[in-house]
């Protein structure tokens, strides 16, 4: 082990700051040390220092100029004391009573901290200006994923240089045997194109345009803030979280104010209000009976707004859409206002306008599955059934065939027994079978959940399906998106999505 | 000549008196135990041993036994010469021997014995990286010039249709879903490509092979330098389709699960020997085997 620490080595204490994720909480503490020593005078602690620093940071992220400016000029000048100061602050956000039973993906304020955060570290990074720093970054942003060959061996940046033949600027320099499509940069896109690839290639390696170093870097500071609140969070202990909530009172008090005001867009960050409505109209088309509207057919809002009307849904938030649907009227505005909406289609229609939602298709073509054996029309699944008959099947086959069976809308509500029994049908085709075995094996893969949910089915990309793909481009359906998974299963992809990048 | 179908006599004579002279000439890469697997499509289905399991019409074998580790343990084919046994005669000379998935004897059939419609070879190697093989095909490009050209009022969703309005499917070789002018594009392509390899990857050793409807390029560098993995050659087609503007099939580039027609083999559709290539001035029509030609 190095004998530098961030505690005394700025160099050091930049690399942990910079790439916290690649660092252990050993290291990520030593650099918080390192912010707390600046609130050291004479051997003794200056609580009221600290305090008034991070009160400072706090009510500053939520201003949107001083946001913006912190990324040309530092507003904190040292690595570990930024992050001492914008974790905490973050902790006393979370610790308001407001924000007691809310999760942190949906608090504005604290999306305003990550951003002063973000900046801050950005323009830090740049003032320190060294390029082996920048480099060693680079090896991360740019690593490629774990695949079948391990990790490329070599250095993933082999530089950071001048390319006068391609223009202005510095590019990373990345050899081919370690690049992945992350290399490939294009410019701003026009409307509905991919802009021109400003990746170039020569000598068998590609050449990024620095700028994109910059756009990725901001990324995994997002990510990798996540990871410092979290160490903050586990290092503070009882008391100091005491200390800490009871002698806070500027942050508090803004947010305080925010919500006296009705400034509500300034504390909570709502996901997006059209994707809801569209979300809750579609389920109160599918549950109309006779189907006197369905999806993919143009309406009038009013035969739309007599659907809402008939909908009783359990969950608050869709009966708060219903709830603010008062009229036709209100209704078709609602939609006029979502008209971009990639489900949704407006049609003038004499003097009214029709509207038609569309189901969730994500471009790929449904496939109908009454039984088990419709599944086989997935060339990947026709794929692996080919195979089973040569060769027992190893355990993830089974795994990817069970989670998918899991759920199928008609074995939803089903008895095991009855699960059991339909795959069973199914895997005697093939000649390894042994009906005790597979019984078991069927068994064992329902009763093995994660904290009591049903594990998501496998998506197109799982390594484990990849064996028997025949190619994305290939293939006119998508797991995920061909078959008739319930809402349940795409409302947990959002959560897993929201939750894996947020706080 | 004509471009047409070999018959099923025309390939037996091609395997066994004109392939072998050919097996000095195969890349030697191509060994009995070098390719992961090889892999013979047949016209027509062909039963195995086993009841109940349906009639294959393409099947891979593997050069090698492994163990439980994917260590290797024993090799299926010796010599290539068992491998050529195999391509000549595969129900009779077939590796997995008396396993019930083996495919069935003809001599316990009504059935003929079965003919290699197309021999294949595993991309995916024991010895060396993974080959990489960039493929351009006829096809996809008479497609697209089909598209540029034709009217937006056909359905472009028919293939056939599409073709037929560009007049493609009457351009000799006739009934065939592209026209000469589309392979030698297709063959302008692969020098191209090889060009590019040459120049901007740093690529010493590199093939142009004529694959019967189109061709393949190979980038053969062993160095670590060319060890592109899925994730670089996922590259590789971004560049080459983006920038380069070079038509390939992406898929087969990034796959290293495919198989590839063996060189020397014969493309029994277009009666066509698979040909490495020196130049783009390359006449098809000089890869019809000799045993045909009478």
Not at chain 1, 72 to 88: H, K
Not at chain 2, 112 to 125: E, K, Q
Request: proline share 6%; net charge negative.
């Amino acid at each position: 082990m190095s004998r530098s620490t961030p505690v005394e080595d700025e160099s050091t204490a930049y690399r942990v700051a910079t790439l916290p994720l690649e660092y252990g909480t050993t290291r990520i503490n030593q650099l918080f040390t390192r912010g707390y020593n600046r609130y050291i005078a004479d051997g003794e602690d200056q609580p009221d220092d600290l305090l008034n620093d991070l009160e400072r940071f706090g009510t500053a992220a939520f201003k949107e100029d001083v946001r913006a400016n912190a990324a040309e000029e530092p507003f904190v000048d040292d690595p570990g004391t930024l992050v001492v100061l914008a974790t905490l602050s973050a902790i006393c956000v979370k610790a308001h009573p407001k924000f007691e039973h809310a999760p942190p993906r949906k608090v504005q304020v604290l999306y305003d901290i990550r951003e002063l955060y973000v900046n801050n570290l950005a323009s830090l990074l740049r003032e320190f200006g060294d390029g082996g720093l920048q480099q060693d970054i680079a090896e991360v942003l740019y690593a490629k994923g774990p695949g079948e060959d391990g990790p490329h061996p070599g250095r993933v940046c082999t530089g950071i240089k001048e390319m006068p033949e391609f223009g202005e600027g510095l590019y990373l320099e990345i050899p081919m045997a370690a690049a992945s499509r992350n290399c490939l940069v294009h410019a701003d896109p026009e409307l509905g194109e991919t802009g021109e690839l400003l990746t170039r290639i020569k000598d068998n390696c590609l050449y990024v345009p620095v700028g994109d170093f910059d756009t990725k870097y901001r990324e995994y500071a997002r990510r990798a803030f996540k990871k410092l609140l979290r160490v903050q969070e586990e290092n503070l202990s009882e008391d100091q979280l005491t200390w800490l909530s009871t002698n806070e009172s500027a942050i508090t008090e803004r947010i305080d104010r925010f919500i006296e005001t009705g400034h509500h867009e300034r504390i909570w960050r709502d996901w997006n209000p059209g994707e809801r409505t569209i979300r809750v109209l579609r389920d109160a088309i599918r549950d109309v009976p006779d189907e006197v509207v369905s999806l993919g057919e143009f309406h009038s809002a009013k035969e739309l707004f007599e659907a809402v009307e008939a909908y009783d849904p359990e969950a608050d938030w869709k009966r708060d859409v219903c709830n603010r649907i008062s009229s036709p009227r209100s209704l078709g505005n609602l939609l006029a206002s979502q008209r971009d909406h990639r489900n949704l289609t407006i049609r003038q229609h004499g003097n009214t306008n029709h509207y038609r939602i569309q189901e969730s298709s994500r471009g790929v073509q449904p496939l109908d599955v009454e039984s088990i054996e419709d599944l086989f029309e997935l060339p990947c699944m026709a794929n692996m059934a080919e195979r089973l008959y040569e060769k027992k099947p190893v355990r993830k086959d089974l795994y990817s065939f069970a989670r998918m069976v899991m759920w199928l809308p008609q074995y939803q509500d089903s008895d095991l027994e009855t699960i059991v029994a339909d795959l069973k049908d199914i895997f005697s085709r093939w000649p390894w079978y042994d009906e005790q075995v597979t019984d078991y094996q069927i068994r064992y893969e329902f009763s093995n959940t994660i904290g009591g949910d049903t594990p998501l089915p496998m998506n197109c990309d799982n390594d484990d399906m990849q064996r028997y793909c025949i190619g994305k481009e290939q293939c006119p359906y998508s797991i995920w998106g061909s078959l008739p998974f319930p809402d349940e299963m795409y409302d947990r992809l959002d959560e897993a999505g929201a939750t894996g990048e947020e706080f | 000549m004509s471009w047409r179908q070999a018959t099923r006599e025309e390939i037996y004579r091609y395997y066994d008196e004109e392939f072998p002279s050919y097996r000095d000439e195969l890349p030697s890469f191509i060994t009995a135990k070098g390719p992961k697997q090889y892999a013979l499509a047949f016209r027509e289905p062909h039963p195995v041993r086993k009841d109940g399991v349906p009639d294959k019409d393409f099947i891979r074998r593997d050069t090698w036994q492994t163990n439980t580790s994917g260590e290797r343990t024993t090799a299926t084919f010796q010599e290539f010469d068992d491998v050529l046994e195999f391509i000549r005669h595969p129900a009779r000379n077939d590796p997995l021997g008396r396993s019930n998935f083996a495919l069935a004897d003809p001599d316990l059939l009504d059935k003929l014995d079965p003919c290699p419609d197309a021999v294949y070879y595993a991309l995916d190697h024991w010895e060396r990286p993974w080959v990489l093989l960039v493929d351009i095909d006829a096809k996809d490009i008479a497609r697209n010039r089909a598209a540029d050209t034709v009217s937006e009022d056909v359905d472009d969703r028919d293939d056939d249709a599409l073709l037929n309005a560009a007049g493609i499917l009457d351009a000799a070789p006739e009934g065939y879903p592209y026209a000469f002018e589309d392979i030698e594009r297709a063959i302008e392509y692969g020098f191209e490509v090889r060009d590019i390899f040459e120049d901007d990857f740093n690529a010493q050793e590199t093939m142009v092979v004529y694959s019967g409807q189109g061709v393949h390029v190979y980038l053969l560098d062993t160095d670590p330098a060319h060890r592109y993995d899925a994730k670089s050659r996922e590259v590789l087609n971004d560049l080459l389709q983006d920038t380069y503007e070079i038509p390939i099939d992406p898929v087969v580039t990034a796959d290293r699960r495919r198989v590839a027609r063996l060189p020397y083999s014969l493309h029994a559709d277009v009666c066509s020997i698979v040909l490495p290539i020196e130049s783009q001035t390359f006449d098809v029509r000089s890869a019809t085997p000799e045993v045909l030609q009478s």
